[in-house]
């Protein structure tokens, strides 16, 4: 890609974020309301996600947003997984206002637990982890989604000051040589893939884990 198209990507994330989606509701255990009508992560990770992917990406999401929106304006073939279909509703309502072609984006309303294993394993490109955020959501999300990362994929997760999200996960991805951090911050990070396939394996298959020396 080039550098004019990302700056085109760019300017796609400016445009979102002055005029960002509303399609969140406020939390009702805790009494949260998202900003704008819309949670969001930093703007350093769109433009992060901006520098990573564009027209015919393979992308995948769990959780739907101000990344949905850019996803879809940036021509990725693109899959989100939301628990509730007005979400979706309201976000393809956004992009009709705009006149944005969601050809591209593909909506499954579920949660990801349960609809990740029955998706078809197609590879990906990309994988944004921002669904559900009890644990162990996230971890699930990564080992059905980011299985399917290519060689040389990208993970982003989001909302790494929740333990429930981080617990186990990225202890692991800090350890595991096939996983290359790209970018870290205290709310967001990224890895690349330096392998491909299943993630379901042996602790043989761990070394880095092993307190025993595989043998020579």
């Known amino acids: 890609m080039t550098a004019t198209e990302i700056e085109g990507r760019l300017a796609t994330v400016e445009q979102?974020?002055?005029?960002?989606p509303n399609v969140h509701f406020a939390d009702p255990v805790y009494g949260l309301v998202p900003p704008g009508g819309v949670w969001r992560t930093r703007r350093s990770c769109y433009e992060f996600l901006a520098a990573q992917c564009g027209a015919?990406?393979?992308t995948l999401e769990t959780g739907l947003g101000i990344s949905t929106a850019l996803f879809t304006m940036w021509g990725c073939v693109h899959t989100c997984v939301v628990p509730w279909r007005i979400e979706a509703d309201r976000l393809?309502?956004?992009l009709a206002e705009r006149q944005v072609d969601d050809g591209p984006l593909r909506v499954e309303v579920?949660?990801?637990h349960e609809v990740l294993p029955a998706l078809e394993p197609t590879?990906?490109?990309l994988v944004l982890i921002d669904g559900g955020h009890g644990f162990p959501m996230a971890m699930l999300d990564w080992f059905y989604a980011g299985g399917r990362l290519?060689?040389?994929g990208v993970l982003v997760l989001d909302d790494l000051h929740l333990p429930s999200v981080t617990?186990?996960?990225v202890d692991f991805l800090d350890r595991d040589p096939r996983w290359v951090e790209l970018h870290r911050t205290d709310k967001w990070a990224a890895w690349r893939r330096e392998s491909a396939g299943t993630l379901a394996e042996e602790w043989t298959d761990q070394p880095f884990f092993s307190p025993y020396r595989p043998r020579a």
Request: cysteine-free.
């Open 16 to 20: 979102v974020l002055a005029d960002p």
């Open 56 to 58: 015919g990406s393979r």
């Open 92 to 94: 393809r309502g956004y």
């Open 110 to 112: 579920g949660y990801s």
């Open 123 to 125: 590879p990906l490109d």
């Open 150 to 152: 290519v060689t040389g």
């Open 167 to 169: 617990a186990g996960l």
